[in-house]
DNA sequence: TCTGGGGTCCTAGGACCC
DNA sequence: TCTGGGGTCCTAGGACCC
């Protein structure tokens, strides 16, 4: 097998860029929900020591220094951004797995190692051009090493944005080249607990035997140190899987008292989380719904609860899972606390067409064709142009969006205009 | 003052079955 | 003191990903 990683580099960012050229050069920055912290750079920014995730108020200084372009996040953009690369890709291969909204890979078994890397650097030119993208790719013989190579690409300029991992003694500089916490597949934790028994590269930790990683990382270590070692273990997923879980919730702006602005939001999260399954096609067998305090605020009194409800029969009806979520909400409320999260949680998710019926549960009347008007008519004007009622008992709780750029590319009242 | 959102998989332990 | 053997299913928590 011949794997390929296409990544999108900085991607939020880049996109912004793509419309707004005048912030091309400079340092950007895109924030997540709610304005609370950075989850997009561009080079610039990283450059300026700007660590992913960081609160933004810890930051506020350099942002002023510099003049530090910020973007709240835009996910009608980065979505159809991501739409129009992952098209662009697909010309190049039939057989790709689509593994995150900025990365993914390709099969290219069938190519010699010698012109493969020139194919590669066709990609990157045509998504360059046709979407105005910049993209790394990485190219080994297992996904885990196309990873790696990627890394190689984004960071040594002289690669020209590919790098490719075939050689044995490349693998080993490459391996050798790479800190444990900086592979795929180990996080913090994992991280340190190697570095504790002198782990530090990813060359150490492909010559650990396998009993050792096995006791110490479980399964998914073994895999990934094999993957390391060139033996290919994870494959490409071409098809999409039916999701098992789908959740919606948000951070307030401001902390939430309210009983009724609480079910308001709620009603809200319920009614996305049902239009989600819709569209995907599938129903849920249960919903939780869960809230909680602002944990950082230890000087305030704290309360976190989660209830699950069950759905029978499983359903994606709009009113059926706002209803329940209305009596969780009921169940776990308490006056006296100010809420700073709550959210819904779908679960024990199936195929729509394939439903169980059950033996015990009354009849409903829940109209399919009532839900089928109800997306046609957000479609055709606007997502939000209907509403459950449910949803507007309240309106104390809206997030923070202080500086979302237009949605281009998916809504006719917000076009790039040309002056 | 201000701290995101949405997922997956694995593991260990408990409850229960025959 | 000593207390079978072999399963399944569920759940909570851990670890990781973007």
Redesign the pocket.
């Known amino acids: 097998m011949i794997f390929a990683l296409v990544?999108c580099n900085n991607?939020y960012a880049s996109c912004e860029r793509v419309f707004n050229p005048g912030i091309v050069g400079r340092p950007v920055l895109v924030?997540?929900?709610?304005?609370?912290?950075v989850?997009a750079r561009s080079q610039e920014a990283k450059d300026l020591g700007i660590k992913?995730?960081?609160?933004?108020?810890?930051v506020?200084a350099i942002i002023a220094r510099h003049k530090i372009a910020v973007y709240s996040?835009n996910y009608a953009l980065y979505g159809d951004m991501s739409n129009r690369v992952m098209k662009v890709l697909f010309r190049f291969t039939p057989s790709m797995e689509v593994?995150?909204?900025?990365?993914a890979f390709l099969d290219l078994s069938g190519f010699t190692t010698r012109d493969i890397s020139q194919y590669a650097r066709d990609i990157r030119r045509t998504v360059g051009r046709w979407t105005g993208i910049p993209v790394s790719i990485g190219i080994g013989p297992t996904k885990t090493l196309a990873?790696l190579a990627g890394n190689a690409a984004k960071k040594i300029p002289a690669m020209g944005g590919v790098a490719a991992l075939f050689d044995p003694d490349h693998q080993r500089d490459a391996l050798g080249a790479t800190e444990v916490?900086d592979?795929?597949?180990?996080?913090?934790?994992?991280?340190r607990?190697l570095k504790a028994h002198g782990i530090h590269t990813a060359l150490d930790l492909a010559g650990q035997p396998d009993p050792w990683v096995?006791s110490k990382?479980?399964?998914?270590g073994l895999?990934l140190v094999h993957e390391l070692r060139g033996e290919s273990c994870l494959d490409l997923e071409t098809q999409p899987?039916?999701?098992?879980?789908?959740?919606?919730?948000?951070?307030?702006?401001?902390?939430v008292t309210r009983r009724e602005d609480l079910q308001s939001a709620v009603a809200s999260?319920a009614e996305?989380?049902s239009e989600?399954l819709r569209e995907a096609g599938l129903v849920a067998g249960a919903v939780t719904v869960f809230l909680h305090t602002?944990g950082?605020?230890t000087d305030q009194p704290q309360y976190r609860n989660a209830t699950?409800l069950v759905l029978d029969p499983a359903t994606n009806h709009g009113s059926a899972v706002i209803g329940a979520a209305m009596d969780g909400i009921e169940k776990i409320y308490r006056t006296g606390f100010s809420y700073?999260?709550a959210?819904v949680?779908?679960e024990g998710?199936s195929r729509a067409s394939g439903t169980q019926l059950s033996l015990l549960a009354p009849k409903t009347h829940q109209s399919t064709d009532a839900m089928k008007a109800f997306d046609a008519i957000n479609r055709r004007f606007g997502s939000g142009t209907i509403r459950h009622g449910a949803t507007m008992l309240g309106n104390n709780w809206r997030?923070a969006q202080q500086h979302r750029s237009p949605r281009y590319t998916t809504c006719w009242e917000e076009l790039a205009t040309v002056r």
């Open positions: 990544d991607f924030l997540s929900n709610n304005d609370g912290c989850i992913m995730g960081v609160p933004v108020f810890e506020r996040s593994y995150s909204i900025d990365e990873k916490e592979i795929w597949g180990i996080g913090r934790r994992h991280g607990m096995r990382m479980g399964v998914v895999r899987k039916d999701k098992k879980s789908c959740r919606v919730s948000r951070s307030f702006a401001k902390g999260f996305r989380a989600k602002n950082f605020r699950t700073k999260k959210g949680m779908m998710l997030m």
